[in-house]
């Protein structure tokens, strides 16, 4: 049974799969307490994720926000971009984390790419599970889901790798709206 922590900025849920979800990273750093060793560190095999993971994503995410009566949001390549970087950088650590090895969070990683964002949000997990899983997992905890309903966020992207263990799933989900609009 999951077990939800209660944290300002992020919320982590543990069963097995472990999950975090966070709107903004820590103003003074990286949140320690919500940086999890998952798995050995070693070389990974990173790529872009499937149009059908891309797909799997946008439905699920627009189904929940279509129950609460919200838009849907687009999927956007950059932020996908961004979301299998950060789920490669996790996985190559075998740490499931909202900070990167070069970045604090989900903003300063979607600013080094171009993308100028208004708003950003980020699910983050790991497990030995596949996508439909972890948007399930995404879609039934409180924290996760108060990203994906945050009512300004107008886009989405997902990306994921397997750790050095060759079991290990990191998975990176950025919910954004660009600056401007």
């Not at 929940?64 to 961004?82: H, I």
Request: proline share 8%; net charge positive; glycine share 10%.
């Amino acid at each position: 049974m999951p077990h939800e922590i209660p944290h300002p900025a992020c919320t982590a849920v543990a069963a097995c799969l472990l999950l975090a979800a966070c709107t903004a990273p820590p103003s003074a750093g990286p949140d320690k307490a919500y940086d999890v060793q998952v798995s050995a560190p070693g070389l990974v095999e990173c790529s872009a994720p499937s149009p059908q993971v891309v797909r799997s994503g946008l439905s699920a995410t627009n189904r929940a926000r279509s129950q609460a009566g919200l838009p849907a949001v687009q999927a956007n390549a950059l932020l996908s971009q961004a979301a299998a970087a950060h789920a490669c950088d996790m996985a190559q650590r075998g740490r499931m984390s909202h900070a990167g090895s070069r970045s604090s969070g989900p903003a300063q990683r979607l600013k080094a790419l171009g993308y100028a964002p208004r708003i950003t949000a980020e699910n983050i997990a790991a497990g030995p599970y596949g996508a439909d899983q972890v948007l399930g997992e995404w879609n039934s905890s409180s924290g996760h889901l108060a990203n994906i309903l945050i009512p300004q966020v107008r886009q989405f992207g997902i990306g994921h790798a397997t750790g050095a263990d060759g079991r290990t799933r990191f998975w990176s989900a950025v919910y954004a709206a660009p600056a401007g609009r």
